[in-house]
């Protein structure tokens, strides 16, 4: 099989404060948790390939997306680096892959009890729907891979981003790494704790895979953003096949879910430039 896996770094072991995960202005904790995170990417790649998964993409899709220590993978996966993707975190996904994981994943925008959550670019969205289920970042990108027919196989993250998902996608695995106290605490496994079940966790994902579905928003598909301000929504409602809803909310509709997807890459990124 080959494995897709989408990595974040907000739901790592350990991760409370956005200075841990800030790679524009590096705290000097960001060199410590960006080796917590690219360690709990290699114990997902080890458990999948004790379970016999061959080839591995794995897409860094933290901030500025290039966050992982190269050196510390395994020599034969490959790495997607960099930002301004046009799928973002599910970027080159497609029919090729078996199955997919999200690791280090954390809460969408407005959960209770999920350390540092959001969805995309915090300053821009309020809320996302798609066919009026509301979505965090797992929702969509799972939304994406399942358009291909690939399943999410695994979640790690908090608790509340596991349950999340697997309130949404019942066969999907997880690994809860920390309880979030709130959005700036959590009471977390150590990261080789962490580590150690990420890994078993992945081996049974790819046990697992049989029993998995690809996760599809039914056509056609309707996007519907609540922006953070009504000046957002004035410059996401030029884009052609937007309309207004209301003063900061914006609906895309689509036959093809991966149309929908560039519109909502398009709707945080024109709405970060609205000021
Ligand atoms: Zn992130």
Same mark, same amino acid.
């Given at each position: 099989m080959k494995l897709y896996i989408s990595s974040d770094m907000e739901g790592v072991a350990g991760v409370t404060t956005w200075k841990q995960v800030d790679a524009r202005t590096p705290h000097p904790e960001y060199s410590t948790f960006r080796r917590y995170y690219t360690q709990e990417v290699r114990a997902a790649i080890d458990g999948a390939r004790q379970a016999g998964v061959g080839e591995i993409l794995v897409n860094d899709s933290h901030g500025p997306m290039h966050n992982l220590l190269f050196d510390e993978l395994p020599t034969d996966v490959r790495v997607i680096f960099g930002n301004r993707k046009p799928?973002?975190?599910?970027?080159?996904?497609?029919?090729?892959?078996?199955?997919?994981?999200?690791?280090?994943?954390?809460?969408?925008?407005?959960?209770?009890?999920?350390?540092?959550?959001?969805?995309?670019?915090?300053?821009?969205?309020?809320?996302?729907?798609?066919?009026?289920?509301?979505?965090?970042?797992?929702?969509?990108?799972?939304?994406?891979?399942?358009?291909?027919?690939?399943?999410?196989?695994?979640?790690?993250?908090?608790?509340?981003?596991?349950?999340?998902?697997?309130?949404?996608?019942?066969?999907?695995?997880?690994?809860?790494?920390?309880?979030s106290i709130g959005s700036f605490a959590a009471d977390s496994l150590t990261p080789a704790a962490a580590q150690a079940l990420i890994r078993d966790a992945a081996r049974? *994902?790819?046990?697992?895979?049989?029993? +998995?579905?690809?996760?599809? @928003? =039914?056509?056609?598909?309707?996007?519907? %953003?609540?922006? $953070?301000? *009504?000046?957002?929504?004035?410059?996401? +409602?030029?884009?052609?096949? @937007? =309309?207004?809803?209301?003063?900061?909310? %914006?609906?895309? $509709?689509? *036959?093809?879910?991966?149309?929908?997807?560039?519109?909502?890459?398009?709707t945080w990124r024109m709405g970060a430039i609205a000021g």
């Open positions: 799928y973002s975190m599910a970027q080159s996904a497609d029919g090729g892959f078996g199955g997919a994981f999200f690791v280090g994943y954390h809460g969408a925008v407005g959960d209770e009890n999920a350390v540092l959550c959001h969805t995309y670019t915090p300053s821009v969205i309020y809320e996302v729907r798609v066919n009026d289920v509301v979505c965090s970042e797992a929702t969509i990108n799972a939304g994406l891979l399942g358009y291909y027919g690939v399943p999410l196989l695994l979640i790690t993250g908090d608790r509340t981003t596991v349950q999340g998902a697997q309130r949404q996608m019942p066969w999907v695995c997880g690994a809860i790494v920390k309880e049974q *994902a790819i046990a697992r895979a049989q029993e +998995a579905q690809p996760y599809r @928003f =039914t056509p056609p598909v309707t996007l519907d %953003v609540q922006l $953070v301000t *009504a000046a957002q929504a004035d410059l996401v +409602a030029t884009i052609p096949g @937007f =309309t207004r809803t209301g003063g900061r909310s %914006v609906r895309f $509709v689509h *036959a093809e879910f991966p149309v929908v997807f560039r519109a909502f890459v398009a």
